[in-house]
Nanobody
Framework: QGQLVESGGGLVQPGGSLRLSCAAS????????IDWYRQAPGKERELVAG????????TYTDSVKGRFTISRDNAKNTVYLQMNNLKSEDTGVYLC????????WGQGTQVTVAP
């Protein structure tokens, strides 16, 4: 039984940085594309960033381009989301997602950007 486990969230001031981790078990991250979503209060779940199966293509929603970087460490079977220059509108629960035989969602990690 596979799973995704996120970590690294927290409270940070505007302009600060966080690095989120998404650790996979039961399957290898190098065998699937993995995405980061975020769920803000009162808003729909939003696709933030994605990395391809080969790991050579990354995509970002416009609001985070130039500030967020998605990456993958195959040896650690983990995908990361480096978030810099955080803004209040980045606040939300961040979840990783993939399809590896079936759909997987992590439990999410809370990111709060506030003074």
């Amino acid at each position: 039984q596979g799973q995704l486990v996120e970590s690294g969230g927290g409270l940070v001031q505007p302009g600060g940085s966080l690095r989120l981790s998404c650790a996979a078990s039961g399957f290898t991250v190098s065998s699937c594309a993995i995405d980061w979503y975020r769920q803000a209060p009162g808003k729909e779940r939003e696709l933030v960033a994605g990395i391809s199966i080969a790991g050579d293509t990354t995509t970002y929603t416009d609001s985070v381009k130039g500030r967020f970087t998605i990456s993958r460490d195959n040896a650690k079977n983990t995908v990361y989301l480096q978030m810099n220059n955080l803004k209040s509108e980045d606040t939300g629960v961040y979840l990783c997602h993939t399809v590896a035989g079936r759909v997987y969602w992590g439990q999410g990690t809370q990111v709060t950007v506030a003074p």
